[in-house]
C-alpha cells in the first residue's frame, strides 16, 4: 500500500484515495488482551463513555472491539467525519465522573456470547494466554475506568486511517503520554493434549509464528471440517478464530458450535472428527476439493451492514501494523503450493491443546489427557449438602473451606480453587466456579442455594453476572 502518512494532535494520520463518501477509522492499540482480570469490560466502557459524548452527525459511525485493538469509525463528508472524531477525541479527555449504566449495559450484551464461560474459543483464550473475556466483566469503577484509559488512549497509541486526505483543520484533542507497552503474552498450557471443561462443544486450539501462511490452512481446515460433521450427523459447524498475542505469535481456534439454539450431538465424536481432519490434512494437504471451495470463498463476506465500512476496513491493517508491528488480518500468502499446506499443518500439529465438555471421552490419539481435577487431597471445610431429589444424579461434591473452594468429581478427583484465584460466576439458570491460573470453570448448578455463602467469599469484583 503507498499510504501517505502525516501527524495532527500527535495522533499518526495514515490515508489512502478510495472512492465514494470520506470513512475514518480511529484505532487504539488497546483490547482485551491488555485488561487484567479486574479490568475486564474496561475497553468497552470507555468506548460507551466516549460515544455518549459524541453524537454523531455523520452519515454513519461505528465502532469494534477485540483482542488486540479498539476503534471508532464514521462516513459523510469530510466536515463531518473531521467533527465527528474531534468531538471523539475530545470526550475521550474529558474526566470520567459516571458511566451511563444504559450505554454500557447494552455495550456488555452486544459483546458477550451467550453465555461467554461456555464458548470453546473463549476457554481456550483464558487458558492459553490468560486473557480472561471467558468472564463477565465487574462493575466498573469509573476512577479506576479513568486511569485505564488516561494510560492506554492516548494520542501516541492511536492511529487514524482515512479513504481520502484529512479533512481541513482537523483536530484530535486526546491526552498525551508515552505509547503504553503490553503486559507479555506466551502461550501456556501443555502443547499435544486434550482436557475438559465446561463448554458447550470442543475446540482446538494451534499456535503459529506467522499468520499469512496460517490463515490459508485453517480456512481449508473449516471446510473440510464442516463437511466431515455433516457425513456424522453432527448439529454444529466449525467457526475459526484467530488471535494475534505477539508480532510473531498468534492462536487460532477450530471451535465447534451451533447457531441454532439446540446444541447437541455427539461431543466425543465430534472431537475425533476435528481431529482426524487436522492430522490427516497434515499429511496429505488440502485436496483438490478444498482448494476449489477455498478459491470460491476467498474473501470472508462482510455483513450487508459493514459493506460501506469495506474501504477503510481494508486499510486498517495498516493501523495494526503502526500500533502493534503485526497485523490482525494477516496478508494471506495465496501462492502455497497443496504440499507447502501440508507442511503448515504438520508443523501446527505439535501445539495443538483441545478441549471438551465435561463428561466427553473422546479418542484422540497423539493427545494426552491433562485435567485440572488432579488432587487428591480434600483441604478441610464445610460440605455442602445437595436437595434429596438432586442426590442421586452424579453431581460434583462442593466443600468450602476457610481459604478455599473444592469439588470433588465421582471418581474421587479433587479440585481446589484458592480464594485468591477464585471466581463466582451466576446467571438465570446456573452457578460456576472460576479459576483465575487455570481459566476453567466449574457447573455447580446443583448448589444454587450456596450461592450467598459463596458470593461472601469474593471481593465484589470477582462475582460476575453472567446473562
Ligand atoms: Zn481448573
Given at each position: 500500500m503507498t499510504a501517505q502518512s502525516s501527524a495532527v494532535d500527535g495522533v499518526a494520520v495514515l490515508w489512502e484515495e478510495r472512492p465514494g463518501p470520506l470513512a475514518g477509522l480511529l484505532t487504539f492499540g488497546v483490547g482485551t488482551l491488555d485488561e487484567g482480570l479486574s479490568e475486564l469490560g474496561y475497553c468497552l466502557a470507555v468506548q460507551a463513555h466516549a460515544l455518549a459524548g459524541a453524537r454523531p452527525r455523520v452519515d454513519a459511525a461505528t465502532d469494534q472491539g477485540g483482542g488486540e485493538t479498539t476503534s471508532f469509525a464514521a462516513l459523510g463528508s469530510p466536515d463531518a467525519v473531521g467533527a465527528y472524531f474531534a468531538a471523539l477525541c475530545e470526550a475521550l479527555s474529558?474526566?470520567?465522573?459516571?458511566?451511563s449504566d444504559v450505554d454500557y449495559d447494552d455495550r456488555v450484551t452486544d459483546y458477550l456470547t451467550d453465555p461467554v464461560h461456555t464458548d470453546p474459543w473463549a476457554a481456550q483464550v483464558a487458558r492459553r494466554l490468560r486473557a480472561y473475556d471467558r468472564w463477565p466483566p465487574a462493575r466498573p469503577v469509573p476512577a479506576e475506568v479513568a486511569r485505564f484509559r488516561d494510560t492506554w488512549f492516548v494520542a501516541a497509541n492511536a492511529v487514524l486511517v482515512l479513504t481520502g486526505p484529512p479533512p481541513a483543520n482537523l483536530r484530535l484533542p486526546l491526552r498525551t503520554g508515552p505509547r503504553p507497552a503490553h503486559p507479555v503474552r506466551s502461550v501456556t498450557g501443555m502443547p499435544s493434549t486434550w482436557y475438559a471443561d465446561s463448554v458447550a462443544a470442543p475446540s482446538l486450539s494451534l499456535v503459529a509464528p506467522d499468520a499469512g501462511t496460517a490463515y490459508p490452512v485453517v480456512r481449508a481446515l473449516t471446510w473440510r471440517i464442516d463437511n466431515a460433521l455433516r457425513k456424522a450427523k453432527q448439529p454444529v459447524e466449525c467457526f475459526p478464530d484467530a488471535i494475534g498475542f505477539a508480532p510473531d505469535g498468534y492462536l487460532f481456534g477450530l471451535n465447534l458450535g451451533s447457531l441454532r439454539t439446540s446444541r447437541g450431538g455427539d461431543a466425543a465424536q465430534q472431537a475425533e472428527v476435528l481431529w482426524t481432519e487436522v492430522r490427516r490434512f497434515a499429511q496429505e494437504g488440502p485436496s483438490v476439493a478444498d482448494l476449489d471451495q477455498m478459491r470460491g470463498v476467498r474473501a470472508p463476506k462482510l455483513p450487508e451492514s459493514l459493506l460501506q465500512w469495506r474501504s477503510v476496513f481494508a486499510l486498517s491493517a495498516e493501523a495494526d501494523r503502526e500500533l502493534l508491528g503485526y497485523t490482525v488480518e494477516a496478508d494471506e500468502a495465496d501462492d502455497q503450493t497443496p504440499v507447502e499446506m501440508a507442511a503448515v499443518a504438520a508443523a501446527l500439529l505439535p501445539s495443538a491443546v483441545m478441549v471438551v465438555p465435561y463428561g466427553a471421552r473422546p479418542s484422540l490419539p497423539g493427545l494426552n489427557e491433562t485435567s485440572c481435577w488432579d488432587a487428591t487431597y480434600l483441604p478441610p471445610g464445610d460440605e455442602v449438602k445437595l436437595p434429596l431429589l438432586r442426590r442421586r444424579t452424579n453431581r460434583p461434591r462442593l466443600v468450602i473451606g476457610a481459604d478455599s473452594v473444592s469439588t470433588v468429581d465421582e471418581f474421587g478427583a479433587v479440585h481446589t480453587i484458592p480464594a485468591a484465584d477464585l471466581l463466582v460466576l451466576t446467571g438465570d439458570d446456573g452457578l460456576w466456579l472460576g479459576h483465575s491460573g487455570h481459566g476453567c470453570a466449574v457447573d455447580?448448578?446443583?448448589?444454587?442455594?450456596?450461592k450467598e455463602r459463596l458470593a461472601a467469599l469474593?471481593?465484589?469484583?470477582?462475582?460476575r453476572i453472567s446473562r
Open positions: 474529558r474526566p470520567i465522573d459516571a458511566l455447580i448448578s446443583a448448589y444454587a442455594t450456596a469474593v471481593p465484589p469484583d470477582r462475582l
